[in-house]
């Protein structure tokens, strides 16, 4: 019986190819049990934590940001091309070069606004944990860049483009 299984997947989780997807499962677990201690503070000790709430929603930004890295990478994010596949090969080839410029665009101009919110929200703190703002602006630059660089290696309008792996989970 064949394995079915992409080059992709047989990278080990905790490498530098597939960090964008370990920092995205971090993210989820310390989601998960920052709200799982918040309910059991809750309702037994006389004192809930307050700081869960907060310190899940910061990681939930890391999760998303991240896991958006991911899908760059493995080309999982949605698209629907009817009306440009029915368009002439011109045509298509042109609008696939604004799609490819247009991106490269947006990603690099958050990674410059979520910097600059990063910089300039430095001496701004949170209210339970009493951390900088920068913690929840710094990695989402981060993951920005990451999101452009991975846009650069995957996306090339100058080649055909291959449909991707179907059986994928993702």
Aim: overall charge neutral.
């Amino acid at each position: 019986m064949e394995s079915s299984r992409s080059p992709e997947e047989t990278i080990p989780l905790f490498s530098l190819r597939r960090a964008d997807e370990a920092i995205g499962v971090a993210a989820l677990l310390v989601i998960v049990f920052s709200i799982l201690w918040g309910v059991v503070s809750r309702y037994v000790f006389p004192q809930p934590a307050a700081w869960t709430y907060e310190l899940a929603m910061m990681v939930f930004a890391y999760l998303v940001f991240f896991g958006a890295v991911a899908g760059v990478r493995l080309g999982t994010h949605a698209a629907i091309d009817v009306l440009v596949a029915a368009l002439p090969d011109s045509w298509r080839k042109a609008v696939a070069w604004f799609n490819y410029l247009l991106l490269a665009l947006f990603f690099i101009v958050m990674t410059i606004l979520f910097t600059w919110q990063a910089w300039t929200s430095r001496n701004v703190h949170t209210i339970a944990l009493d951390l900088s703002r920068s913690l929840s602006y710094a990695p989402l630059a981060l993951a920005s860049a990451g999101m452009f660089v991975q846009h650069l290696i995957v996306e090339r309008p100058w080649v055909a483009r291959q449909h991707r792996n179907l059986e994928s989970l993702i």
